[in-house]
């Protein structure tokens, strides 16, 4: 169902010492109006969302994005990014990767402060996703850093209700808007998380990769219940899941909303070995092959770490290997000594997906010929024929992978709103990756 959000008040510039009062000041209006009787003050949890938002920034800042920064990855900013990797001799793929974002950082370095100027309307902020209004969220924190110089934070403030249908009441959520310098957030640290509601529940949806050794990153994670982030979009994913699992361990309970797109893998997977006859071939399996859309191998090492685990798998060794397809190559061994030799290839598409990095295929298989357990999994929309054109392919078991119905951020995020507890099958996956990783 779409939701409408009605404003209660215009958003008005204040001052940070003044942001309770003038929310308190909203409520009170209301109280004393003929809305009050069907407007409720949410009380579900707070939430800090994090909107670096650099690429659509750097974008505007060279003049190929002309829109609103708004956090919005559509068709304008696509083309704008295929513009710059155009301008730039870069492949042209039209979405965020860590090639071409390490280009515009280079560019936007070597210019004068006199270029450094910006147009475009910032709107991040402003509005928040259906989706996540409908989780009827206490009160929502955006903190929007900015380019430019650094003349302290600004805030706004106001009250939204999303309108639902067959609903006599409104339940009304207070919507915070702070902006400023990474440097100036940096320094207001301690009233964001002053801002969160005590006695809630608490949420950080960081946009951004994790690093523990950023201030206001790190106070968060002493203060929430939760730190969300979405590993599809980390420039060095092999860095940023070892920051992850340093951050496990010392318990902070972190979400990884790219996790949740290799369900459709993980179900078909367990299924295709479900059935008695083909469940004791599981321990015959001794090569993996995981091939994922060239530009990030997030998904392929997040999936590898969950088999692992299912499996007792010890990493042994990690080589790069390179080539066309940026050949990986790890080994295992497992409780009864067997080696396994699993292998990641970066797979260049012709039209790219929506989240970087998408699992194409994976096969797994046995050097006993006799052991029938080769397995196939193709990606519905892209296929796997590297997979397929390989030995013995004709008597594996083949299904297609029907990826999630909506794999975007918003709305596996309000799917993650609704868990309220830490997820072990996540950490112990995890858990192996970083081992992976740490032999590189």
């Known amino acids: 169902m779409s939701t409408t959000l009605v ?26 109006g003929k809305s009050a009787s069907i407007a409720t003050r949410a009380a579900t949890f707070s939430m800090v969302i994090y909107e670096p938002e650099e690429f659509q920034q750097l974008l505007a800042g060279f003049g190929f994005y002309k829109g609103e920064i708004d956090g919005i990855n559509g068709t304008a ?15 042209i793929t039209g979405r965020v990767d860590s090639e071409t974002l390490a280009k515009l950082r280079s560019e936007w ?20 996703s259906d989706v996540i209004a409908d989780q009827n969220p206490c009160r929502v924190i955006t903190l929007c850093p900015t380019f430019g110089e650094d003349t302290g934070v600004t805030a706004q403030v106001s009250a939204y209700c999303p309108v639902q249908k067959k609903q006599s009441s409104l339940i009304c959520c207070e919507y915070i808007t702070l902006r400023g310098t990474k440097e100036a957030l940096e320094r207001v640290s301690d009233v964001v998380t002053s801002l969160m509601i005590p006695d ?48 496990v361990e010392e318990k902070t309970y972190i979400a990884d909303l790219n996790w949740h797109r290799l369900s459709a893998w993980q179900e078909l997977t367990a299924a295709t070995f479900d059935p008695p006859e083909r469940r004791a071939s599981l321990s015959q399996i001794d090569t993996i092959t995981l091939d994922y859309e060239k530009g990030n191998p997030a998904q392929a090492l997040m999936f590898l770490g969950w088999f692992a685990s299912r499996l007792d798998w010890q990493p042994t060794t990690y080589t790069k290997t390179g080539g066309d397809y940026d050949i990986i190559h790890i080994k295992f061994t497992t409780p ?9 290839a970066a797979i260049p598409t012709a039209d790219y997906g929506e989240i970087p990095g998408d699992l194409v295929g994976l096969r797994l298989d046995s050097s006993n010929p006799n052991a029938g357990c080769c397995t196939i999994l193709c990606s519905e929309t892209t296929g796997c024929m590297r997979l397929e054109s390989g030995g013995n392919a004709q008597s594996c078991h083949t299904e297609q992978v029907s990826a999630l119905s909506d794999q975007k951020a ?10 309220w507890g830490r997820e072990v099958l996540y950490e112990e996956s995890l858990a192996v990756t970083a081992e992976i990783l740490k032999l590189r």
Do not use: H
Not at 410 to 419: D, F, K, S, T, V
């Open 7 to 32: 404003a209660l008040q215009q958003p008005k510039d204040i001052s940070l010492g003044e942001i309770e009062a003038e929310l308190n000041k909203i409520w009170l209006s209301q109280s004393g």
């Open 77 to 91: 900013a696509r083309e704008a990014i295929k513009e710059a990797q155009k301008a730039y001799g870069l492949p």
């Open 109 to 128: 370095a070597a210019k004068s402060p006199e270029e450094k100027q910006f147009s475009n309307i910032d709107v991040r902020g402003f509005s928040i």
């Open 200 to 247: 809630l529940p608490k949420f950080v949806w960081w946009k951004a990769t994790p690093n523990p050794e950023q201030e206001l990153f790190a106070r968060l994670c002493k203060t929430s219940n939760c730190i969300i982030l979405d590993s599809s979009y980390f420039s060095d994913s092999e860095s940023e899941f070892l920051k992850m699992q340093e951050l």
């Open 336 to 344: 009864n000594d067997k080696e396994i030799l699993a292998e990641l």
């Open 410 to 419: 918003e709305y596996l995020m309000a799917q993650q709103l609704q868990r």
